[in-house]
């Protein structure tokens, strides 16, 4: 009696075990075809919603990798970051590190931003990482260690390369080099703030590149207005 008992709880519990992996498996394929669905209408919420249930069911640090990114590339930047989190970690692949700089620039971390960067520049440097460098390095007060990266984004900037900027309403998009001399302006300033010229001469070259800099001529007009505010006292 108890032998037959035995193998009846057994039974059940073969039972459960597969129609959990039965119900498992119909799950993934149902999420990974909603995943499919979403992506071809656009929409982020699903894709986001597909992910994390894919997630949950079978823990991936690919897709892990993959729903921080459409988190931050949807200016989600805080739950990313909550995804992968913010440390340096060499095993992470580009992609995380990636999604790591832009959304600890984009909460104002520039210092945690930039060793990010830095990680990624390591790995492929180019012209575009060069001036989120330079960029980062300026706000963090490193001159000298920003001018070294735009002189490098000066020589390797091609003429299709663009930077988007979005300090007017409307964003717009500069020749990356000519974002670059912006950047060298500022670092001249910078450095020697008894030579407002040598600047507003540089910002001339970025102006010339592209009359409709908008940050350029902003810099030139802050810049033209300090140079002349000590006549205007006398």
């Known amino acids: 009696m108890k032998k037959s008992v035995l193998i009846l709880v057994a039974a059940v519990l073969l039972s459960g075990s597969y129609g959990y992996s039965q119900t498992k498996s119909e799950l993934l394929k149902h999420y990974e075809a909603f995943y499919d669905q979403m992506r071809l209408q656009g929409d982020v919420d699903g894709v986001i919603n597909a992910l994390t249930h894919l997630n949950v069911l079978s823990p991936s640090k690919e897709r892990n990798d ?57 790995r492929e440097p180019n012209a575009y990482l060069a001036y989120e460098l330079a960029d980062l390095k300026v706000q963090t007060g490193d001159n000298a260690g920003a001018m070294k990266h735009v002189e490098y984004g000066i020589a390797n900037a091609k003429d299709d390369m663009k930077y988007a900027f979005y300090e007017r309403q409307q964003p717009y998009e500069v020749p990356l080099k000519a974002a670059f001399i912006h950047v060298k302006a500022l670092i001249q300033y910078n450095m020697d703030k008894t030579n407002i010229d040598q600047a507003i001469a540089t910002l001339d070259e970025a102006l010339a590149i592209d009359p409709n800099f908008n940050l350029a001529s902003l810099s030139k007009q802050a810049l033209t207005s300090r140079k002349e505010a000590p006549e205007e006292k006398k």
């Open 66 to 122: 993959t729903l921080a990114y459409i988190y931050a590339n949807d200016n989600q930047h805080l739950q990313a970051l909550n995804i992968i989190g913010i440390e340096k970690l060499d095993s992470d692949s580009n992609l995380a590190i990636q999604v790591k700089a832009v959304s600890l620039k984009a909460l104002n971390q520039p210092k945690r931003a930039l060793e990010q960067f830095e990680a990624l520049y390591a």
